[in-house]
């Protein structure tokens, strides 16, 4: 069975960090490329972040980027995002998918995601 599971998230200050996980399961990790996605409250999905399944090539969107750092342990199969310098509008549910093109939410499976909130 193919499994995403998240971790990491949590309520964080502005300006605050966290580093999400994302270990998957069931399926050849190294071969597939991923993604972060995120669903703020009341809005649609939002690509975030994406890297290619060597690791080699990553992509941001505008509103992380420099900010935001994706990354990837192929030998553990898990996926992370480095979280800096949050703001309130990062607010969302953050989801980890297996992607056919990391540079686009082209989407083939997500986890259940992980909440992360930004307030004061």
């Known amino acids: 069975e193919v499994q995403l599971v998240e971790s990491g998230g949590a309520w964080v200050q502005p300006g605050g960090s966290l580093r999400l996980s994302c270990a998957a399961s069931g399926f050849t990790f190294r071969y597939y490329h991923m993604t972060w996605i995120r669903q703020a409250p009341g809005k649609g999905l939002e690509w975030v972040s994406g890297i290619n399944s060597g690791g080699s090539m990553t992509r941001y969107a505008d509103s992380v980027r420099g900010r935001f750092t994706i990354s990837r342990d192929n030998a553990k199969s898990t996926l992370y995002l480095q979280m800096n310098s949050l703001k309130p509008e990062d607010t969302a549910v953050y989801y980890c998918?297996?992607?056919?093109?990391?540079?686009?939410?082209?989407?083939?499976?997500r986890g259940q995601g992980t909440q992360v909130t930004v307030s004061s």
């Open positions: 998918a297996s992607a056919l093109d990391y540079r686009t939410n082209s989407i083939l499976r």
